[in-house]
Antibody, heavy 118, light 107 residues
């Protein structure tokens, strides 16, 4: 059973928008901080954004600040990433990740590929 | 931001070898360090958190140590499935960045 399942990836033109979703199951979603992490093809891991368990606090990487917005709906056990003004350098696999009490990222989704290309 | 530097970036070893990967932080991060293993085409998997605590289900041949700014991941006896890429991550402060990765290859 995969507790985190991303969706919404695809091919999008530069400057356009895309919204990723992550459906959580198998744990009490509303108790945990959640993150998005991305990985460009052949590259390392890049942290993107975090949202607190209650959705009241968010923080975004400088590389996406002002363009991406993380959010969550605890009634639907779902995490989101709204991505606007997409650029070629945003091309990556995007992972939805559960945080273990500030100590680690202990559950990862399978990832969804976003390709920004004209 | 805290920078993490892993060494080596590439490591060649044989089945049964003992190997150590080092992760150095640009600032003191106490023990807020985690290690991940990533196989090609798969999501990363948590191996160690709090610098030295083994995640449930991870084989005991994996171990972590360190505190402050220098940390190590040791694999005591390499198995064929261990030849892949490893990342460290600091969680002391935002952004919780990752090291650049260490690729472990079969000699």
């Amino acid at each position: 059973q995969v507790p985190l399942a991303e969706s919404g990836g695809g091919v999008v033109q530069p400057g356009r928008s895309l919204r990723l979703s992550c459906a959580a199951s198998g744990f009490t979603f509303s108790r945990y901080g959640m993150h998005w992490v991305r990985q460009a093809p052949g590259k390392g891991l890049e942290w993107v954004a975090v949202i607190s368990y209650d959705g009241l606090n968010t923080f975004h990487a400088d590389s996406v600040k002002g363009r991406f917005t993380i959010s969550r709906d605890n009634s639907k056990n779902t995490l989101y990433l709204q991505m606007n003004s997409l650029r070629g350098e945003d091309t990556a696999v995007y992972y939805c990740v559960k945080e273990r009490e500030g100590r680690a990222f202990d559950d990862w989704g399978q990832g969804t590929l976003v390709t920004v290309s004209s | 931001d805290i920078q993490l530097t892993q060494s080596p970036s590439f490591l060649s070893a044989s089945v049964g070898d003992r190997v150590t990967i080092t992760c150095r932080a640009s600032q003191v991060i106490s023990n807020y360090l985690a290690w991940y293993q990533q196989k090609p085409g798969k999501a990363p998997k948590l191996l160690i958190f709090a610098a030295s605590t083994l995640q449930s289900g991870v084989p005991s041949r994996f171990s972590g140590s360190g505190s402050g700014t220098e940390f190590t991941l040791t694999i005591s006896s390499l198995q064929p499935e261990d030849f892949t890429t490893y990342y460290c991550q600091q969680l002391n402060s935002y952004p919780p960045d990752f090291g650049q990765g260490t690729r472990l290859e079969i000699k």
